[in-house]
């Protein structure tokens, strides 16, 4: 078993989500949210940061941490078991730019119902919950947009 530790975002801006379209030779397909691999001496919240700007183009600041998901997936020599690390996080625009390189083919910002929809996995889809949930009692709170 190898056993992996990534980082992602749920990236809001003007109460939408940011999402990613990844494509890999007709076998990978679907829409998710933007994450990757811990590099050494990175913390947790640099890889967030990292990773959204990499896969998206999108330079998004962390609001807060949501929660960790986990799954595990088989790969030819083994099977992997993966904790990704969430956060909330805030983007100043619309703009987004998929990392071809990485397989992903579209971005963008989606209401709250279509990103839940449009996700392919359902643990991506529980985070962004917990995630829409957050940042609407932010919001309520006038607290939107301020660092916790």
């Not at 998206?56 to 600041?61: C, D, F, L, R």
């Not at 083919?105 to 529980?126: P, T, W």
């Amino acid at each position: 078993m190898i056993e992996a530790t990534s980082c992602g975002g749920v990236v809001i801006y003007r109460g939408k989500i940011l999402t990613l379209y990844k494509s890999y030779k007709n076998k990978y397909e679907g829409w998710v949210l933007p994450k990757g691999t811990v590099e050494a001496g990175e913390e947790f919240e640099e890889t967030a940061v990292r990773e959204v700007l990499e896969e998206t183009g999108v330079q998004a600041s962390i609001v807060k941490y949501i929660g960790s998901s986990q799954y595990s997936f088989n790969v030819p020599e083994d099977t992997v078991e993966k904790e990704v690390h969430w956060f909330l996080m805030r983007a100043g625009s619309y703009y987004s730019r998929p990392q071809r390189e990485e397989y992903f083919v579209d971005s963008g910002y989606y209401k709250y119902h279509e990103a839940y929809h449009l996700l392919k996995f359902a643990n991506e889809r529980q985070i962004l919950e917990t995630a829409y949930s957050e940042y609407l009692d932010l919001r309520k709170s006038n607290l939107w947009g301020k660092r916790r």
